[in-house]
Every structure is written in structure tokens, then in C-alpha cells.
């Protein structure tokens, strides 16, 4: 049996919760939406060590560094740490993700590489010290932070 490591494990919960509270939560009224967000943040939460929010917060030690596009936290979890942190934003603007990629840049944040297909757009940001992955679709932005490898 293979052995998953903790980068691994904690990508897999947060995935998890985020489809598993995107399909629930569609389903009930807002009292259950809200036991099932509970519930899905304390499994992620005691998987991963780390910090989630279904909504409305970002992780307690995310960044200030990297500057998020105006709107919504829908979905905002860290891995523990300074291990990573995914924030996903609902956006009003325009573009969001265009935004949110001047901000980066506003804030010294260089493109390292660009991704696309399918509809959806993907660029990955440095300063140096952090990778920001930033992906969009419409109104969602999508943030995956890390620590640059030295």
C-alpha cells in the first residue's frame, strides 16, 4: 500500500471538502449548509493540521504579502503553517482575474509562467519568497499560495 505524505494528504481533504460542500450545500436550506460547512471544515482541519473557512474568512496566517482581488472568500484553507494556502474569491468585476493579476503585480509579484485551456486560465506569480498560482473562470479566482523553493 502506497503511504501518502502530508502535502498529498492535505491537498486531497481540501479538495474534497470544497466538492464536498459545493455539492451539499446546494441542496439544503442555510441551517444545514451551514452544520455541513462545519463539518467538512473540522475533518479538513483535523486531516491537515491546518486552517479551512467555507466561506467568508481567509486562513489566520495568510500571506499579507499577496494581494487578493476585490470580493467574496468562498473557500479559503492553509495546510498549517507555511506549508500552502488555497483561497478561492467571487468576484464582481469586470475581469477578476486580470485584477487579480495587476495586484500581484502592483504588489512585485512577476509572472513566471502561464497556463491555459479549457476555458480556464492559469498564471504562476513569484516575489521571490512565495508561488502564487492564480486561476480563473468567470466570477471565481482562484489562489494557490506556497513557499518558493530555495
Do not use: H
Not at 68 to 95: H, K, P, Q, R
Not at 125 to 147: D, I, K, M
Amino acid at each position: 500500500m502506497t503511504k501518502l505524505d502530508t502535502r498529498t494528504r492535505a491537498g486531497l481533504a481540501i479538495a474534497m471538502a470544497g466538492v464536498s460542500a459545493t455539492l451539499l450545500t446546494g441542496c439544503f436550506a442555510n441551517p444545514i449548509e451551514d452544520l455541513v460547512n462545519q463539518g467538512v471544515e473540522g475533518a479538513v482541519e483535523d486531516a491537515t493540521g491546518g486552517d479551512v473557512s467555507l466561506g467568508g474568512e481567509l486562513p489566520a496566517d495568510f500571506p499579507t504579502s499577496v494581494p487578493l482581488v476585490e470580493g467574496e472568500v468562498a473557500f479559503g484553507a492553509g495546510a498549517g503553517g507555511a506549508e500552502g494556502w488555497i483561497v478561492m474569491i467571487t468576484s464582481t468585476a469586470a475581469d477578476p482575474v486580470a485584477d487579480a493579476a495587476a495586484a500581484l503585480e502592483g504588489a512585485g509579484f512577476t509572472k513566471d509562467t502561464e497556463l491555459s485551456g479549457g476555458g480556464t486560465a492559469a498564471q504562476v506569480y513569484t516575489n521571490g519568497e512565495l508561488l502564487v498560482l492564480l486561476a480563473g473562470e468567470g466570477e471565481t479566482v482562484s489562489y494557490t499560495v506556497t513557499q518558493q523553493p530555495q
